[in-house]
């Protein structure tokens, strides 16, 4: 199976993208995870990403497709991949065509209502990174990781004004990417959530269900 994740920041990506790594046993290729990778070991490439975020740039294509060819060769042969984070733009689609050739798009549809309350009640560990949410997923005791004992805090950039901006940012950028796989005839798998606590099982099943269908899975 050769796919690519979409949703929103906050859609849950990360949650579905480990189930279906779990389930399928594919390779997860999460863009800003290699990004943020390199630029914490110091690689080439992490100094070339550096160069860019510093000055508030966008990595340019050229750069993002190096990398992308790059670890699409370590995937394990007859193994697929789902994509996190990629492609972002018309162009980076092209020229991703011209790698490989997607099967299914997996897209999670969740109101901006929901990611919003979802977000703000979000709460990390200062220690371990370990995510919380003081509505569905409250830690035992207040304020402190149930792992380590850390103590947990709001990240500065889940605020409502912040999350508004983000999720228009991605919706300008996407739309015309759905738009561009649904004129090439990939399908699409599409989960709506409907309420902020739903848990991801049911959305997981259906996506296996439906790439059963399609003997991807
Ligand atoms: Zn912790």
Redesign the pocket.
């Known amino acids: 199976m050769k796919a690519i994740i979409f949703g929103a920041p906050g859609a849950g990506k990360g949650t579905y993208s480990t189930r279906m790594q779990n389930q399928l046993g594919v390779d997860v290729i999460a863009m800003g995870d290699i990004f943020r990778e390199s630029v914490k070991q110091n690689t080439e490439l992490g100094k070339k990403v550096k160069s860019y975020v510093e000055k508030g740039a966008l990595v340019p294509d050229e750069v993002v497709l190096e990398v992308l060819k790059d670890r699409l060769k370590k995937v394990p042969k007859g193994k697929g991949f789902l994509l996190d984070g990629f492609p972002r733009t018309i162009a980076q689609a092209e020229s991703l065509q011209s790698i490989a050739k997607i099967d299914v798009i997996l897209m999670l549809d969740v109101p901006d209502q929901i990611i919003i309350e979802r977000l703000t009640s979000r709460r990390l560990?200062k220690?371990?990174g370990?995510v919380y949410n003081i509505r569905f997923l409250k830690p035992k005791v207040e304020g402190k990781?149930d792992?380590?004992g850390?103590e947990l805090y709001q990240r500065s950039d889940d605020n409502e004004a912040v999350i508004r901006n983000r999720l228009q940012v991605y919706k300008t950028q996407t739309e015309p990417l759905v738009e561009y796989y649904r004129k090439k005839n990939t399908p699409f798998i599409v989960n709506v959530t409907k309420s902020v606590d739903q848990p991801p099982e049911p959305m997981v099943e259906h996506m296996m269900a439906e790439l059963k269908k399609m003997g991807l899975a």
Request: charged content about 10%; overall charge positive; aromatic content about 0%.
């Open positions: 560990c220690s371990c370990a990781c792992k380590c850390g």
